[in-house]
T-cell receptor
Framework: GDSVTQMEGPVTLSEEAFLTINCTYT??????LFWYVQYPGEGLQLLLK?????DKGSNKGFEATYRKETTSFHLEKGSVQVSDSAVYFC????????????FGTGTRLTVIP | GAVVSQHPSRVICKSGTSVKIECRSL??????MFWYRQFPKKSLMLMAT?????????EQGVEKDKFLINHASLTLSTLTVTSAHPEDSSFYIC???????????FGPGTRLTVT
């Protein structure tokens, strides 16, 4: 079945460090891929998405490229800020437009000044 | 973006009692809402899909008589955990869908602890 495997945290970085959070997926069809972010006390928010192979999603300095050959969708940011401290979830929808989402376990990022 | 609230944010109840969790879409009408459950260090697991005015659709392995879902209006869905047991302790998260195939908006979650 469809599933997502996400790098376990927690991750602690200094401000301006480079961030990578790994995410790989298993899917039988042509899934859409997402990264969600959850700030303390708030609901999950869509950070970025990609709907087909080689697409790159980007938002707020974060990027992730849909790699079908490696079944990966790693999240990257070149220079993190304290305000990026949150929990990040990788997710998959079995096909574009599908409403059911499969989530990874979440990775807690803490950025220290 | 759209806002979804959950109430309560945290609840402690005794084993054998029932507890109700509310999920509201505050600035939009949601024809579909979803309920997820998250165990410590585990993924969010979809429990059920709730459509306004009709019965909820439960995922395999989720007991519909234990987790009662009501979607009485376009802005409110409730999850009632009946005869709660300690193993029901978890983090419950809802999301609301403005339009089929579009983005889901998530609530902040409810931490349930059953003693």
């Amino acid at each position: 079945g469809d599933s997502v495997t996400q790098m376990e945290g927690p991750v602690t970085l200094s401000e301006e460090a480079f961030l990578t959070i790994n995410c790989t997926y298993t899917a039988t069809g042509y899934p859409s891929l997402f990264w969600y972010v959850q700030y303390p006390g708030e609901g999950l928010q869509l950070l970025l998405k990609a709907t087909k192979a080689d697409d790159k999603g980007s938002n707020k300095g974060f990027e992730a490229t849909y790699r079908k050959e490696t079944t990966s969708f790693h999240l990257e940011k070149g220079s993190v800020q304290v305000s990026d401290s949150a929990v990040y979830f990788c997710a998959l929808a079995p096909r574009t437009g599908a409403n059911n989402l499969f989530f990874g376990t979440g990775t807690r990022l803490t950025v220290i000044p | 973006g759209a806002v979804v609230s959950q109430h309560p944010s945290r609840v402690i109840c005794k084993s054998g009692t029932s507890v109700k969790i509310e999920c509201r879409s505050l600035d939009f009408q949601a024809t579909t809402m979803f309920w997820y459950r998250q165990f410590p260090k585990k993924s969010l697991m979809l429990m059920a899909t709730s459509n306004e005015g009709s019965k909820a659709t439960y995922e395999q392995g989720v007991e519909k008589d234990k987790f009662l879902i009501n979607h009485a209006s376009l802005t409110l869905s409730t999850l009632t955990v009946t005869s709660a047991h300690p193993e029901d302790s978890s983090f419950y998260i809802c999301s609301a869908l403005l339009e089929v195939g579009r983005e889901q908006y998530f609530g902040p979650g409810t931490r349930l602890t059953v003693t």
